[in-house]
Nanobody, 115 residues
C-alpha cells in the first residue's frame, strides 16, 4: 500500500524546536527524491526542504540554516528537524515526492509556533 504518514507536529514557542517524521510505505518511494511541504491558511502549499539521491539537500530561503531534512532508508522514514522556529513557520506540514504525487498526500501534521 502506498501511503505517507506524517507525525511530530505540535505547539511550540518561538525559538523552539520540533522534529517531524514521515513514514513512506510503498516501493515507489525508494528511488524518489523526497520533500517536506507546508501550507498555511490562505497560502499555497510550498516545498521547504528536499533530499535527493546521494543525500543532496535543498532548502527554501525562508528555512535555510534552521531546518534539516534527513532520510533513513532502512526505515523508509524522512525527517525534518526544525530549529529556531518562528511564528511564520506555523502551517500544516506534509511530505511527498519531489515532484509531488498528488494522489498520495497524507493528512499532514500541524505545527503552531506561538507564545
Amino acid at each position: 500500500q502506498v501511503q505517507l504518514v506524517e507525525s511530530g507536529g505540535g505547539l511550540v514557542q518561538p525559538g523552539g524546536s520540533l522534529r517531524l517524521s514521515c513514514v513512506a510505505s510503498g516501493y515507489i518511494w525508494r528511488f524518489t527524491p523526497m520533500g517536506w511541504y507546508r501550507q498555511a491558511p490562505g497560502n499555497e502549499r510550498e516545498l521547504v526542504a528536499s533530499i535527493g539521491f546521494g543525500g543532496r539537500t535543498n532548502y527554501a530561503d525562508s528555512v535555510k540554516d534552521r531546518f534539516t531534512i534527513s532520510k533513513d532508508n532502512g526505515e523508509n522514514t524522512v525527517y525534518l528537524q526544525m530549529n529556531s522556529l518562528k511564528p511564520e513557520d506555523t502551517a500544516r506540514y506534509f511530505c511527498n515526492g519531489v515532484p509531488a504525487r498528488p494522489a498520495y498526500w497524507g493528512q499532514g501534521t500541524q505545527v503552531t509556533v506561538s507564545s
